[in-house]
């Protein structure tokens, strides 16, 4: 891909270079001579010096070509540029030398939060077998598209944070999206996860745009749960998600519809009372936290700066920015891998088990 650029990038510079060349050389190959006028004009004249018929002088206007001369040496300048920037995703890359998990993904590691708040990488056989009364959970978030250069381990929940897609602003046809969508689906059947659950982001303008119904139905051959402000049981925990996401001043709008959809999601949050055992949200707004202290596990995304962030709330509750891509896109960030205690629902209390 890269050896492909620059010598795509080397070729267009020699012709940029060439054609002023192949301009001023064209009246030494006919022959002719210019003379200028007093008035600034310029008239041509024939081998012997005599002017030519008016007719045929022509006019006196700058060589447009010019500037040109410098565009070679700044597309030089930008080569770096282009050279060190990876391809946007597996579609992009050429077939002829596809990237590989080792060139852009994070490989066959994950990052291990334990109960108390440390987290170390480890590969998936180094990862330590489940506790008795505990649900391992895999959480990922901001794929963008590139959900295949992760390696899951294996799990009870697979949880992902949104931003499933790539898309960036409102315009354009939403179609293209749609086969990202249905490969996404594909994947999640294919990981060894017993159960999936998918939160939207603010890049998934199409499932915004197909609504929640829709998006159920896409999503029902893979068995994945789909959670916009509200909870499900998933493998003997209850999970809340949402997609909301403070408005950050970008095209990338989606499910960030001002303070009635925030209100919805607080609203939504606070019915679900101390019965969550899991948070996932988009987005890690403060105004989560007194919520989520009340979970022993809250992932989200949107960050990319801030992957791997953990923090232990007041109550105890374990949060950590689970976004894959990098700032600039790329799949780097590794899952992150995290178990949670069952929990013992008596009398409508909710008690977690010792761990």
Same mark, same amino acid.
């Given at each position: 891909y890269n050896l492909l650029s620059f010598s795509i990038l080397a070729r267009g510079a020699r012709i940029l270079m060439a054609v002023p060349r192949q301009y001023c050389n064209r009246r030494r190959r006919h022959g002719d001579e210019y003379a200028d006028r007093e008035d600034g004009t310029t008239r041509l004249l024939d081998k012997t010096g005599a002017p030519r018929h008016p007719r045929k002088t022509p006019r006196s206007r700058p060589n447009r070509l010019a500037p040109l001369r410098s565009t070679p040496r700044t597309l030089l300048r930008l080569a770096p540029l282009f050279l060190s920037l990876p391809p946007l995703s597996r579609t992009h890359a050429l077939r002829l030398s596809p990237p590989t998990l080792a060139?852009?993904?994070?490989?066959?590691?994950?990052?291990?939060?334990?109960?108390?708040?440390?987290?170390?990488?480890?590969?998936?056989?180094?990862?330590?077998?489940?506790p008795a009364a505990h649900r391992r959970l895999v959480a990922i978030g901001d794929t963008h598209g590139k959900h295949r250069f992760f390696r899951i381990p294996p799990c009870d929940v697979l949880c992902h944070c949104g931003d499933i897609l790539q898309r960036y602003g409102p315009v354009g046809d939403l179609g293209g999206d749609l086969p990202v969508f249905l490969d996404f689906r594909a994947w999640l059947r294919s990981v060894p996860a017993r159960a999936a659950v998918v939160v939207a982001g603010n890049h998934d303008l199409l499932l915004e745009r197909l609504g929640d119904d829709a998006v159920r139905r896409l999503l029902r051959p893979s068995g994945a749960i789909y959670?916009?402000?509200? %909870? !499900?049981?998933? /493998? +003997?925990?209850?999970?809340? @998600?949402?997609?909301?996401?403070?408005?950050?001043?970008? =095209?990338?709008?989606?499910?960030?519809?001002?303070?009635?959809?925030?209100? %919805? !999601?607080?609203? /939504? +949050?606070?019915?679900?009372? @101390?019965?969550?055992?899991?948070?996932?949200?988009?987005? =890690?707004?403060e105004r989560w936290e007194?919520?989520?202290?009340?979970?022993?596990?809250?992932?989200y995304g949107h960050r990319h700066g801030e992957q791997g962030t953990v923090r232990v709330l007041e109550g105890g509750c374990v949060s950590v920015n689970v976004a894959c891509n990098d700032m600039i896109y790329r799949p780097r960030n590794p899952p992150v891998v995290f178990d949670v205690p069952l929990p013992n629902r008596n009398n409508g209390q909710t008690k977690k088990r010792s761990q």
């Open positions: 060139d852009f993904g994070p490989g066959d590691v994950s990052l291990y939060v334990t109960s108390e708040g440390s987290a170390r990488l480890l590969s998936a056989s180094d990862l330590p077998p489940v959670l916009r402000d509200g %909870a !499900a049981t998933v /493998a +003997g925990l209850r999970v809340f @998600g949402s997609p909301w996401s403070p408005a950050g001043g970008t =095209g990338n709008a989606a499910f960030q519809s001002g303070k009635d959809a925030k209100r %919805a !999601a607080e609203e /939504a +949050g606070r019915s679900a009372g @101390g019965d969550v055992d899991v948070l996932l949200t988009h987005a =890690g707004c007194a919520f989520g202290g009340k979970a022993s596990f809250w992932a």
